[in-house]
């Protein structure tokens, strides 16, 4: 999609398929937290007042819930559709943006938020990493990579990384620019900017180099 779609323009869509029953919408994400791009989701949990399906829209991530499921804590709820996490609870609790209903308390410690993000660094990032590194040795480094793909894997794990550390969530941009500062040999900057528009071809070469970022940031937060 080319264009980021306005919190009004979906809940226009919604209510015009399931009227009088979307109680609450709750933005976060990069609408929240300053890192909105041309191909930004629209990143939205929605409380209905009674089950439904809600149907798709182009553009929007979204996770569904009862009202009222956002005032007890995140294992206690299960959704109606898409992933829940300790860390969407504390952006909600933090950052996020009620754009219908009243704002939620989403109760949680930092000690979840924590327990999530190491617990993702293993479950999911570290598979991937794990079968890229098998097939790199075969790769040519020139060879241009889709950005998109690139951009997934080398700016999601510093987010991790940089909550760990500091118990804040930040977004893709500025968890590139954070791992860039501590580790400025790495070429994550040229990440940074692809994601904001510039033009910087990406290579295999970029994607051993968010390899490497990925074993430094496991280091760095096991030792």
Known sequence: MDRVITPGEYLSYLDARLPGLVAGAH?????????????????????????????????????????????????????LAGEITPVLWQQLRTVGQTVRGTRPSCPGTAADVEAYCRDNL?????????????????????????????????????????????????????????????????????????????DVPLTVAHAEASLELFDRIMADVTT
């Open 122 to 198: 293993v479950s999911y990032w570290k598979l991937d990493f794990d079968r890229f590194r098998e097939v790199l040795p075969s790769l040519d480094l020139a060879t241009t990579i889709p950005r998109e793909s690139l951009l997934w894997v080398g700016l999601g794990p510093a987010r991790l990384w940089h909550t760990i550390r500091t118990g804040e969530i930040v977004s893709k941009s500025r968890a590139g620019e954070l791992a860039a500062a501590r580790w400025p040999d790495l070429p994550v900057l040229d990440l940074v900017a692809s994601r904001r528009g510039s």
């Open 27 to 79: 933005l976060y994400g990069s609408h929240v937290l300053d890192d909105v791009v041309p191909d930004s989701d629209l990143d939205v949990v929605i409380e209905l007042s009674s089950p439904a399906e809600v149907p798709a829209f182009e553009g929007a991530d979204v996770a569904v819930v009862l009202a009222g499921s956002l005032e007890k804590p995140v294992f206690d709820v299960t959704p």
